[in-house]
Each structure stands twice: as structure tokens, then as C-alpha cells.
């Protein structure tokens, strides 16, 4: 019994060790395995990667480049390109045996890729060919370049100078025509020396040599609709030449200007995206490219800009044409399209200066203007007045959309010798009260004007108003003396006199001032009509005369409230005259009949 049981533990032995030994085989089988599954993926990718299929060759050399499946195909073969490359680099022998066939497939790739792109091209070159279809028909297979690029660079710099040269000259074509046609549609004269604010065109000689006058001269100096190629019209298509010529249209400088670099703008920011997303440019590169392209076009434009800004003296003109640059700036930046901020900023190097220095021709002719040579001056608005009120309005109307510190700056400069050359204007009357009446029509018929055309947040008059405020109460003063001057000069005399208290010095002037209280209390009421009267005839605006009269009488009411209450002050109320005194009320009916006047 002892034996079998031994026998029985020594053959439990033997199973346990060959289970142990099975053990290990299986896990040395299973490493193989997976060490033969890894061998396999990777030696079956490699093969796949070498081996080029018909299906590619045939396609590569009979399908078109615009078929789906040659761009398919060409995908492949690029990779299999970069993939023999690659395992050349490393010594791979097996690389030979498919690396001619490669070769071949890409020359063949590339010649005909090659012909497509110079195809392609040779389309810009046709008359009225519109390049934006053939532009986006060559992104559709920007691939075809990016293939070039790596695969044969001499080709690719070939077909990218092809294109240089020729859209160069597209362009170059396009925009020069273009810009001479539409010059042709311009009104006919632009605003000379003889248009600045200062000068006095009423009695310039018609002789056979002098120049005739801007049609509808009142353009030269106000603004209009001329504003709305900055609002309305900023984006408009583009003026068609033959289209405006056959319907005998004439356009102002700053409408054709806007067509022009609205065109360039649409034009140019499409240039650069394409270049950026087919040639593969960003940065400098992109730049470099599009200064290949268009910088004889932007050449040829600045020339022209510069030929009529050199010529003009239209300020409104030439700062809506700045306007416009700003604003073409700020779209130019919003499609993000640097290229055209160097171009932008030439231009306005160009019509900054010229709009400064047509800016200070009218101040000077402001200067200079000889006051004796303008003829017989009336209490009305000034014709130069006029300009300077709708020039003005025009420069603050369009500084509020974009603000220009140049603008703010010329136009303070402007003020000041207006205000001054007013003054020498007014001079030219003998009487104090003329002098004012000429000096607040004046003031009001300019403030009207800004008004009219401007935000009711503008401080660019806030000095006018102020000289407005200080000459009406002037002419208060001296309308109201000739008939109460008396009444209102013994009122203020009395008030110092009782604050001193010498008011008893009046006693031995009792019957002088008892006559001036009977004198007013007989003529009050025709001094009043006559004030009207005289208010009626001196001033223009219904409006700013109404509130000068009641201004006037409100005055009257006062300085009659105060005379009562001096009256009733000692010495005072015990004078008999003291009970002659008339109500104020009926002063204040009196008054209120005129309210409406005007």
C-alpha cells in the first residue's frame, strides 16, 4: 500500500511539471504570435505603401485633372512620393523596384497639372473675361499646386511668375482704363482760387479769357447729399462708365473716387485671399506676391490722386475722400487684408496735406479780405458768412462720423478769423445798434446752419452761441434806451443809492423824476410798438427775433418791477407820483400782445 502511494505522488510529480512546461510553451507561442501579427501589419502597410495599383496609373495618365478621381489618385501618389523619399533616406532596397514607376507617374502628374495651371492662366488674358470664375475654378483644385510645390518647385515658380506677369498686367489694363473712363464723367471743373471763402466772385469781370464759375457754386461750400458715398453709398456697385455716359450722367471727384477704390478695395482684398489660400502665403510672402501683382496699378493710381488734389480747392471734397480711405482702412482690416495699409496711407499722405493747405487758403482769404471792396454792406447775413456757416457745418457733420483731429484743429484756426473778420464788418456801421443787429443776424444765421446740419451734441459753435448770448444783450440795452433809457438809469442809481443809504439825496430831484415816471406812463405803450417795429425790420430770423423781443420786454417788465419797489422805499413812497405808478399787470398784457409776432 505504501509503494502504490508512493507511486502515485511520484506520478502527480511528473503531471505537475509537464503542466508547468506546457505553461511556458504557450506563452513563448503567444510572444510569436503577436511578435508575427506585428511583423505582418507593418510589412503589410509597407507593402501597400510600395505598391502602386493600376487603377492609379491609369488615372494619372488618361484621366482628366478635372475629374474627382485624378485629384483622388494624385492624393495617393503624393503619398507614395514622400513615402519612397522616406525609405530611401533609410537604405531600403525594396524602394527600387517601384521607384521608377513613381517617377514616371509624377512627371506625368506634373506635366499635366502644369498645363491645367498655364491653361488656366491664359484665361485672365481674354478681353472682359471676369478672373473671379477662373480664380475660384483653380481653388477648387488648390491641391494641384501644393502637389507642384513639393514635388517640382521649377514648376510651380513657373506657373506662380506666369501668374504674376499676367494678372499684373490685368490689373494694370483694368484699373487704368477704368479710372481714365470715369475721370471723363466728372462735373466740369473742380473748385479753384477764385472758390475760396474769402474772395468776391459778384463782381468778377466776364471777359472772353475768364474762367466760368463752379456750376451751382454753393457746392464748393456745402455739403448736401455729397455725404452719402460715407453712408448710404459707401458699398454701392461700382459707377459702369459706358452705362452713366450713354444716360449723360456727371458725377462730383469724391463719387468717382469711392467707385474707384471701392473697386480696388472688392478687387484687392479677393487677390490677396486667393493668393494666401492657393500659393500657400501668409505674412511677408502673401505681401511680397501682391506688391508683385498690383503695385504698378497702386502706382498709376496715386499718380492720378495726386494730379487732381494738386489741382482742387474743394476742402469738403477733399476731406470726404479721407473719410473714405478711413473707412476702407478699417474694412481692408476687417477682412484682414493688410497689403492694401501702405497704399492706403500713400493716399492719405496726399490728400491730408493738400486738405490742410486748401483749409488755410480760406483762412487767409478770410485775412486778407479788404472790407471796402465788398460794396455796400446791409444788416443782413453776409454772403461770406453764408459760405463759412455751410462749410463748417459740412466739415462738423462729417468729423462726427470718423473724428479727425486735423478737422477740429483747422476749423478752430477758421473760427477765430471769422470772429475777427466780422468784427472789422460791423465797424463798417456808425451806430452802436446797427453794429449789433449786423453781428447777431450774422451769429445766428451761422449757428442755424451747424445746427441744421449737425448733432445736437456738437460744441464746435459753443463760442458762437456765446457771442450770440452777449450781443443780444447788448442790443437789449440799446434798443431800450432811446425810450426808457431815462427810468432805467435813475432804477440803477436808486438801488446803489439805498444799499448805501443816501438815498435822501433825491429829495431835490423829486420833480425831475416825477417827470420821467409821467413821461413813461404816456408813451409805454407806442415805445413798445415802436421796439417791435424796429426788432421786425432788423432781424431776419423769425424765430431769433421773437426771442429777442420778448427777451426786450421781459427786461422792460423788470426794470419797471424794480422801479416800484425803489418807489416804495423811503424817501420815495411819500411822493405824490409814487400813486401814478401804473399796474405791472397791465404792462404784462400789453406785452403778451406781442408774443406772436413773428
Request: hydrophobic share 40%.
Amino acid at each position: 500500500m505504501e509503494s502504490m502511494l508512493e507511486g502515485f505522488q511520484l506520478h502527480l510529480g511528473n503531471i505537475s511539471s509537464e503542466i508547468h512546461a506546457l505553461q511556458q510553451q504557450s506563452m513563448q507561442m503567444n510572444i510569436k504570435l503577436k511578435n508575427r501579427q506585428a511583423v505582418r501589419g507593418e510589412l503589410s502597410q509597407y507593402i501597400d505603401e510600395l505598391i502602386v495599383s493600376e487603377a492609379m496609373i491609369n488615372h494619372i495618365l488618361e484621366t482628366k485633372v478635372t475629374e474627382r478621381e485624378f485629384l483622388e489618385q494624385l492624393h495617393e501618389l503624393n503619398q507614395k512620393i514622400n513615402f519612397v523619399k522616406e525609405q530611401s533616406f533609410k537604405d531600403s532596397r525594396s524602394v527600387h523596384d517601384v521607384h521608377g514607376v513613381i517617377d514616371k507617374l509624377k512627371f506625368k502628374a506634373v506635366a499635366k497639372i502644369r498645363e491645367f495651371c498655364l491653361t488656366k492662366i491664359n484665361l485672365f488674358k481674354k478681353p472682359l473675361a471676369n478672373y473671379q470664375i477662373t480664380q475660384n475654378a483653380l481653388l477648387k483644385f488648390k491641391f494641384y499646386f501644393e502637389f507642384i510645390a513639393c514635388q517640382a518647385p521649377q514648376v510651380a515658380r513657373e506657373v506662380r511668375d506666369e501668374y504674376i506677369d499676367t494678372m499684373a498686367k490685368v490689373y494694370i489694363s483694368y484699373f487704368k482704363a477704368y479710372a481714365t473712363k470715369l475721370m471723363k464723367l466728372q462735373v466740369e471743373r473742380v473748385a479753384g482760387k477764385e472758390d475760396l471763402l474769402g474772395v468776391d466772385d459778384t463782381n468778377r469781370s466776364k471777359g472772353f479769357f475768364s474762367k466760368p464759375s463752379v456750376k451751382q457754386k454753393s457746392s464748393t461750400f456745402t455739403l448736401g447729399h455729397r455725404g452719402d458715398v460715407l453712408t448710404a453709398h459707401l458699398e454701392s456697385p461700382a459707377v459702369v462708365p459706358h452705362t452713366a455716359s450713354k444716360d449723360d450722367r456727371k458725377f462730383s471727384y469724391e463719387q468717382l473716387f469711392r467707385s474707384i477704390q471701392f473697386t480696388l478695395l472688392d478687387n484687392a482684398c479677393r487677390e490677396y485671399l486667393f493668393l494666401s489660400d492657393f500659393f500657400m502665403l501668409s505674412g511677408a510672402a502673401a505681401a511680397e506676391m501682391f506688391n508683385a501683382i498690383l503695385g504698378k496699378t497702386l502706382d498709376i493710381l496715386l499718380k492720378e490722386i495726386d494730379c487732381h488734389v494738386k489741382e482742387t480747392y474743394d476742402a469738403i471734397s477733399l476731406f470726404i475722400c479721407v473719410q473714405l480711405v478711413n473707412k476702407y482702412q478699417l474694412m481692408a482690416s476687417e477682412r484682414r487684408v493688410p497689403a492694401l495699409m501702405k497704399y492706403f496711407d500713400a493716399v492719405l499722405g496726399l490728400l491730408q496735406p493738400r486738405f490742410e493747405f486748401v483749409f488755410f487758403q480760406h483762412i487767409h482769404s478770410v485775412q486778407t479780405c479788404d472790407t471796402q471792396k465788398l460794396g455796400q454792406v446791409d444788416l443782413q447775413p453776409h454772403f461770406i458768412s453764408r459760405r463759412y456757416a455751410e462749410l463748417c457745418a459740412a466739415i462738423i457733420a462729417l468729423n462726427e462720423q470718423s473724428e479727425n483731429d486735423q478737422a477740429v484743429r483747422l476749423l478752430s484756426q477758421l473760427e477765430l478769423e471769422m470772429q475777427t473778420w466780422l468784427l472789422k464788418m460791423a465797424a463798417e456801421f456808425s451806430h452802436r445798434k446797427d453794429q449789433l443787429v449786423f453781428l447777431i443776424n450774422n451769429y445766428d444765421m451761422i449757428l442755424s446752419v451747424v445746427a441744421e446740419h449737425t448733432s445736437s451734441e456738437s460744441h464746435h459753435m459753443d463760442t458762437f452761441k456765446s457771442l450770440l448770448t452777449s450781443r443780444t444783450e447788448e442790443y437789449v440795452e440799446e434798443v431800450l434806451a432811446p425810450y426808457f433809457g431815462g427810468i432805467m438809469a435813475f432804477v440803477k442809481e436808486a438801488e446803489n443809492r439805498l444799499e448805501q443809504d443816501r438815498a435822501g439825496d433825491y429829495a431835490k430831484h423829486e420833480q425831475k423824476i416825477s417827470q420821467l415816471i409821467r413821461g413813461f406812463n404816456a408813451d409805454w405803450k407806442k415805445a413798445i410798438d415802436s421796439i417791435n417795429a424796429d426788432i421786425m425790420r432788423s432781424f431776419t430770423n423769425f424765430k431769433s427775433g421773437t426771442q429777442i423781443l420778448q427777451t426786450a420786454l421781459t427786461q422792460l417788465i423788470q426794470f419797471y418791477h424794480r422801479l416800484q419797489k425803489v418807489m416804495s422805499q423811503p424817501p420815495f413812497r411819500n411822493w405824490p407820483i409814487k400813486n401814478d405808478l401804473i399796474n405791472i399787470h397791465n404792462i404784462m398784457v400789453e406785452v403778451k400782445k406781442h408774443k406772436f409776432t413773428f
